[in-house]
């Protein structure tokens, strides 16, 4: 797609017209049998989405909010522990944590891979925290409660550093959930195991979500939760399903948080292109590398450890000049995006907790500073050229390269 020379952020339009055929004969197969909730549909796709991330089980549910939320009730986190993540998200991460009933904490991120930063966690944990005695926790300064769950995010399609977050995790009894919601299919290469892992599979649960922009994407929305673990998949079923163990029988009190069958019938068509989706967005990726290494004294592009196999959910950019950029592309036909341009530590929703400017300077500056590229399989290499065109000649006459 590209309407009047504008090259869109994300084009959400053609791959469902590629695929109008399968899409809508999902439709039709779910009305004959009025299968709408539950079913064959979901249990295929929670069958095949689990062998994608290399892990036993998933479980489908109505979004990636209810992922993280779910995820975190399953794992044992209760109201009024402290549950630990980075500022530079978007605000579900800690939507969730609070509406499972516990305080958000944070650490700030690395600055190349603006994903959590191991020594920072370590460091949080050394000295923002005390060890009480008999139960061997952390207990947050701030907040005055236990810590018993970290978040890391998988942040534009890259995993965080985990091998040193897992240690630190096992070291202080912590409950690992990753939010993958913008990681289907990242790979991490783990030191400790020797070998490279699926996004979804580290953690004790993993989130996911398939908003139609991320990069398994439904036709509305949906989520899910992996796990290696058969009972916290099994609380997750219950916490979905408003705590039934069967019907109307309610083991707990739980939620309205089920995946719809039509839902995961367009999940399902899509999985099956999602490998070559995201193979296509490395090359799209590669290749904004090579196009903006010129420019490289002015506009910083994505940094990938050896240890990432990302699936560039986003290409993320930095530069100082951020907004006129942004208004210069914008004026060219381009589409851009900031994520996120406010860390959530500084959101309005949380002035009450007190965190101000200066707490997490790392974020503070990336927000200031990053820009999203136009990033999506089937972006065509005359419009990335013409992307890079549009910066090189705002850096040129800004004389900033
Ligand atoms: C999209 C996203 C979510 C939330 O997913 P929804 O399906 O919109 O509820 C959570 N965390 C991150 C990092 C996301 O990008």
Redesign the pocket.
Known sequence: MNTNGQIPLVDLVTPHQELEDELVSVFKTALKTAGFIGGPIVEAFEREFAEFCGVPCCVGV???????RFALIAAGVQPGDTVVTVPN?????TE?ISQAGARSDFVDVDERTYTMDPERLRSYLETECTRDLQTGRAVSKRTGSPVTALIP???YGQMADMDPILELAARYNLVVIE????AHGAEYFSKKENRWRKAGSLGRAA?????P??NLGACG???AVTTNDEALARQVRMLRDHGQSKKYYHDVEGYNGRIDAIQAGILRVKLQHLGRWNEERRQTAERYNELLAPLAGSVATPYQPSWSKPVH?LYVIRTSYRDELQRHLTAAGIGTGI?YPIPIHLQVAYAALGWTRGDFPVSEDAADQILSLPMFAGLRSRDQHRVVEAVAAFASVRSIS
Not at 62 to 68: C, E, I, K, Q, V
Not at 89 to 93: E, L, N, S
Not at 207 to 211: E, H, I, K, L, R
């Open positions: 109505g979004s990636g909010t209810d992922a993280l998200t978007f605000i579900a991460t969730a995010v998988h942040l939010d993958a919601c913008q989130t996911f979500s398939f908003y922009g991320k929305e949906a989520g959910h994520h």
